[in-house]
C-alpha cells in the first residue's frame, strides 16, 4: 500500500520506528496453470494422505475421484494457480471457481492443496492472496470459501483477509467482499505472473541439465 502525504500539508510523512518495521516478504512463484499442466495437478493431489485430502474436498476422495476431478477442470473458465520446487514438483495449488463465463457478474469460490513437506511456508496465504487478486482484476466482487470448521488454518487466512466466516455445524463458509481493480494491482499480478513464469523456466532448464548430468555421469561410470 503506497503512502501518500495529505494535500496541502507540509508535514514529512511518518514511518514506523526501525524495530517495529516488518520484513519484506520472500517472494514465492506462483504462476497460472494451464491444460499442458493437468497430469502434475491430477499427481499433486494424489499425493495428499486421506486427512489431506478430506480437508480439501470436504471427504476423503479416491484416486478415481480426484482423476474425474482434474479431467473435468476448466481452464478456460476457472483460474488454476500452482507452486512447483526444483524438481519442478506442484508442491502446492490453487483452485478458483467461477459461477458463471461472465467474470464481472461472476462470484468465485477457492479451493487449496499444499503437500506436507512444504507446509509451514505460507504457501496456502500466498495462493489465497494471489487468487484474491485475480479475482479482483476480473471485476469479481464476492469470493467464498467453503471450509471444514476443524481446518482452523484456512479459516484464519480468510478472516485475516477481511472475510465474514459464517459457521453451519463441521463445515463453514468464508464470504469475502473484493475492493475494485486498480492499476497498481494489476500490474502486480502482471509482474508476478512474469516473474512467476521466468522462474519455471530456470527451474526447467536446471532440471534438464541435473538430467543430462546423470546421464553423462552413467556413462562416463560404465566406459570407465
Request: net charge positive.
Amino acid at each position: 500500500m503506497e503512502l501518500q502525504q495529505p494535500p496541502n500539508s507540509g508535514a514529512p510523512l511518518q514511518m514506523d520506528p526501525p524495530e517495529r518495521q516488518k520484513k519484506p516478504d520472500v517472494v514465492v512463484p506462483i504462476r497460472s496453470l494451464g491444460q499442458n499442466h493437468r497430469g502434475r495437478i491430477c499427481a499433486h493431489l494424489k499425493a495428499l494422505n486421506t486427512h489431506d485430502r478430506y480437508y480439501r474436498f470436504g471427504f476423503p476422495a479416491t484416486d478415481a475421484q480426484i482423476e474425474r476431478y482434474t479431467g473435468d477442470l476448466n481452464f478456460e473458465r476457472d483460474e488454476i494457480f500452482g507452486i512447483y520446487n526444483r524438481r519442478l514438483e506442484l508442491i502446492a495449488t490453487a483452485h478458483l471457481a467461477y459461477s458463471s463465463e461472465d467474470r464481472k457478474n461472476a462470484a468465485s469460490e477457492f479451493g487449496v492443496s499444499v503437500l506436507a513437506p512444504a507446509r509451514g511456508r505460507g504457501f496456502g496465504k500466498r495462493l489465497f492472496e494471489r487468487a484474491m487478486m485475480h479475482a479482483r482484476n476480473e471485476g469479481v466482487q464476492t469470493m467464498f470459501l467453503h471450509v471444514l470448521s476443524e481446518n482452523t488454518i484456512m479459516l484464519r487466512i480468510a478472516r485475516k483477509a477481511g472475510a465474514k466466516v459464517v459457521r453451519d455445524g463441521s463445515e463453514s463458509e468464508a464470504h469475502l467482499h473484493l475492493p475494485p481493480a486498480t492499476v497498481n494491482s494489476q500490474i502486480t499480478e502482471m509482474v508476478e505472473e512474469h516473474l512467476a513464469l521466468a522462474n519455471y523456466q530456470i527451474k526447467v532448464q536446471a532440471h534438464q541439465f541435473r538430467s543430462w548430468l546423470d546421464r553423462f555421469d552413467g556413462g562416463w561410470r560404465k566406459s570407465g
